[in-house]
């Protein structure tokens, strides 16, 4: 997962729903603390000693032993990667002309290094301490997984049915790695994972001091391209130097490329952002954002939002040198240098104007750009009110007050897969956690344990509300 956090300034703001959180039932919450804690001691890192079908048949063990047939819990593992299996698991409704809705987490994990962390915190050891649950992937994403797969379960043994199904898919290598499981399932499974619609990471509740500030849907995310930086020259000893330098070259166009900036362009889920983010910031800065969403071209207020990071890779693709190499010899006039230069592009952004406009920015210093791949595309999930309404209704119900945030990711998440394949992606969870302190693929990694349960209480709610339906008389 990529984690982009908002950095925003808040002030005067009521302190939303404390203590007024309904949380699920007592013996749900002791379901899903003992599925997350199975989850995260198997480790599903992307090693030799990783093994995602390891944890895929855990959940499904506590499906099957709550009474789900082995025809709607099965356990999918390629043929040529037996450690990369997934679990997609089946709630029936009552309608099968209606398309299901699909609860996306990824149960493999980013590495970590036992030295890495704190000495009292083994990595692959599901520690509960302070009020926290502590862990590799507590928040991303294995609390995701064991919610979901507790909810179902839950919602099974009250005997409620939808009106679609309802159908869970805890998938491997969203970290990285050769298999990742959507495309695996959408290439080969395709009828296992087809949707009206998917919720998965990239959202969630954000906190600063106590206080909930927003739950942020990630209905956007960029695409992610790598461009190469190419200054050549014919080279030479270094004891006759001339002016013509490969490194010098690629020096002034990477540093021209420090001080370039894309075109703001907003789309329908920034122009969101930006609009609801307006009333949560202080004043100038949210004149800015209003100003910008009526007016793009407002080279004022852009010059007010750009210099947070935050923002600015909302307005525009962002373009930056990751990795510099040069030069073969300590004696000798470079021939060769290079840079590799990551860009996050807006989803709306014609990677090939991407390529063209840093060109034109690097020619004038005889450096020669080019694609280092290609850009996966990755539209924007439209913000329906069949989606946001019940959102924005159990958001006000558990924390009044709150304002639900549409978001664009700057990172990457899995539903780039799905949402290319026409299936919209709304990453939404109810799990809040401190804006300032975000641990995901990071030392000591851990979720406050009232978040954990306030978020499988809200997505209990979300879904029931999203599939329709009701008990079964």
């Given at each position: 997962?990529g ?6 300034v ?30 995260v ?21 506590y ?16 043929d040529?990667?037996?450690?990369k ?94 298999r990742n ?24 509740g ?5 206080r ?16 190469t ?8 000893h ?25 075109p ?18 202080d ?32 307005l ?50 005889d450096?020669?750009v ?6 996966r595309?990755?539209?924007p ?26 978001i664009?990711?700057?990172?990457a ?8 394949e026409?299936?919209?992606v ?23 344990i ?6 499988q ?17």
């Open positions: 997962m984690v982009a956090v908002l950095t925003v808040f002030g005067g703001l009521p302190a939303a729903g404390l203590g007024a959180q309904t949380l699920p039932p007592d013996a749900d919450r002791t379901l899903a603390r003992t599925i997350l804690e199975e989850l001691e198997i480790n599903t890192t992307n090693t030799d000693a990783g093994d995602n079908t390891a944890a895929a048949r855990a959940a499904a063990r499906l099957l032993d709550a009474g789900f047939s082995a025809e709607d819990v099965q356990v999918v593992v390629p040529d990667a037996p450690t299996g997934n679990l997609v698991a089946r709630l029936r409704g009552r309608n099968p002309a209606l398309k299901p809705i699909l609860l996306l987490a990824h149960i493999d994990v980013v590495q970590a290094l036992p030295e890495d962390w704190s000495a009292d915190l083994p990595p692959f050891e599901f520690i509960e301490r302070d009020g926290f649950f502590y862990g590799r992937g507590v928040t991303d994403d294995k609390d995701e997984a064991a919610i979901h797969v507790a909810n179902l379960i839950r919602m099974k043994r009250e005997g409620f049915v939808p009106e679609r199904d309802i159908v869970v898919a805890l998938t491997a290598d969203e970290e990285g790695g050769p499981g959507v495309e695996f399932l959408l290439t080969e499974h395709r009828e296992l994972v087809d949707a009206a619609y998917a919720l998965n990471e990239g959202g969630g954000m906190e600063r001091n106590g909930k500030i927003s739950n942020n849907v990630q209905a956007s995310e960029k695409k992610y391209l790598n461009f930086f190419d200054g050549t020259n014919p080279g030479g270094s004891s006759l130097p001339v002016r013509k330098n490969a490194i010098y070259d690629l020096a002034r166009a990477l540093a021209a490329l420090q001080d370039y900036e894309m703001v362009m907003l789309n329908e889920v920034t122009e969101a952002f930006f609009s609801r983010s307006a009333d949560l910031v004043a100038a800065t949210g004149d800015a954002m209003r100003r910008i969403v009526a007016d793009p071209g407002d080279a004022e207020a852009a010059a007010v939002l750009a210099p947070d990071p935050a923002y600015n890779s909302r525009r693709t962002t373009c930056v040198a990751t990795i510099l190499e040069g030069g073969h010899a300590p004696n000798a006039l470079p021939q060769l240098a290079r840079a590799n230069v990551n860009c996050r592009i807006l989803p709306d952004h014609d990677p090939d104007d991407v390529l063209a406009r840093l060109q034109e920015l690097a020619a004038p210093f450096v020669s080019a694609m280092a791949g290609t850009a595309p990755s539209p999930s439209p913000l329906t009110d069949e989606v946001l309404g019940p959102i924005e209704r159990i958001t006000n119900e558990m924390w009044p007050g709150v304002t639900v945030l549409p664009m990711s700057t990172g998440t899995d539903a780039l897969y799905l949402r290319r026409g299936i919209p709304y990453g939404v969870s109810g799990l809040f956690g401190d804006m300032d302190d975000v641990r995901a693929h990071g030392q000591d990694e851990r979720i406050r009232e978040a954990f349960f306030e978020g209480e809200f997505l209990y709610r979300l879904v029931k509300a999203l599939a329709g339906g009701g008990v079964a008389e």
